[in-house]
């Protein structure tokens, strides 16, 4: 299932970026919670990944870094089958933490409402993702001359 020069886990702990892509093909930047062997992402009816999971889930996920000081360039490239699941609060608070900080205080609105609005109301739900492939590599070169 998975090509792996570095610790995976550890990596896809931080607070990076990943981009998505759907049929179609679109690819959008999205915010993700690595739990449970599965990429986790906030979405519902507002947006327009939401009705391209449910249309085709197969989706195809991208997490990496570059730091031209130091030379490290790591990449993990996913695929899989997107799923719609009910949204929860305490997953939804350990991802917005992430990106945030703990200070929900400081959080700006638009990213509160989904820890205290009514989800279902809403339509908040997760898009889950568990790799049916997963390739990590570590690309890194030395800056030394």
């Not at 999971?53 to 899989?80: F, H, M, N, W």
């Not at 991802?95 to 990213?111: A, C, I, M, P, V």
């Not at 590599?137 to 001359?145: G, H, I, R």
Request: proline letters at 6%; one cysteine or more; hydrophobic letters at 40%.
């Amino acid at each position: 299932m998975a090509s792996r020069d570095f610790d995976v886990d550890s990596f896809l702990q931080q607070p990076l970026t990943a981009r998505i892509a759907t049929s179609g093909p679109t690819v959008r930047p999205v915010w993700f919670l690595w739990e449970e062997g599965a990429f986790w992402n906030l979405t519902g009816p507002w947006t327009r990944l939401f009705d391209r999971v449910k249309q085709d889930p197969s989706v195809a996920l991208v997490v990496d870094e570059c730091d031209l000081a130091t030379g490290r360039v790591r990449q993990v490239i996913a695929r899989g089958r997107a799923e719609l699941v009910p949204f929860d609060v305490p997953r939804g608070r350990r991802k917005l933490t992430r990106y945030l900080g703990t200070d929900e205080s400081q959080w700006d609105e638009r990213f509160v409402h989904y820890l205290h609005d009514d989800p279902g109301e809403r339509g908040t739900m997760w898009l889950r993702m568990v790799p049916a492939s997963l390739i990590a590599q570590d690309l890194s070169y030395s800056t030394a001359l």
